[in-house]
């Protein structure tokens, strides 16, 4: 049974930095691309990063590029998220996720694609 926990998240100044951690447990870590999602408040959730699995490729939504960077590393089971320059709008719970098939056999934006989630943590940033 794969299990993903996040930590890191909180309440922050705009323009201040968090950087969240998704530990993994279950499963082979190092085979599976990883992501991270968010939810604001009466939202949709959305795709925020993902990292393929041995690191060599990332993606982000469009919002977040040069501001957010995701990281992993294989032997900690563990994906990071550390984000730069946070804004109001950057409010949310982000969810880890990991990918439902190895290797680079999943499309990173969709949701669809991915299997097993954490619980969230929130993320606040205030004006």
């Known amino acids: 049974q794969v299990q993903l926990v996040e930590s890191g998240g909180g309440l922050v100044q705009a323009g201040g930095s968090l950087r969240l951690s998704c530990a993994a447990s279950g499963g082979t870590f190092s085979s599976y691309a990883m992501g991270w999602f968010r939810q604001a408040l009466g939202k949709e959730r959305e795709f925020v990063a993902a990292i393929s699995w041995n690191g060599g490729r990332t993606y982000y939504q469009d919002s977040v590029k040069g501001r957010f960077t995701i990281s992993r590393d294989n032997a900690k089971n563990t994906v990071y998220l550390q984000m730069n320059s946070l804004k109001p709008e950057d409010t949310a719970v982000y969810y880890c996720?990991?990918?439902?098939?190895?290797?680079?056999?999943?499309?990173?934006?969709?949701?669809?694609?991915?299997?097993?989630w954490g619980q969230g943590t929130q993320v606040t940033v205030s004006s």
């Open positions: 996720t990991r990918a439902g098939r190895s290797y680079n056999s999943i499309s990173y934006y969709y949701a669809g694609d991915y299997e097993y």
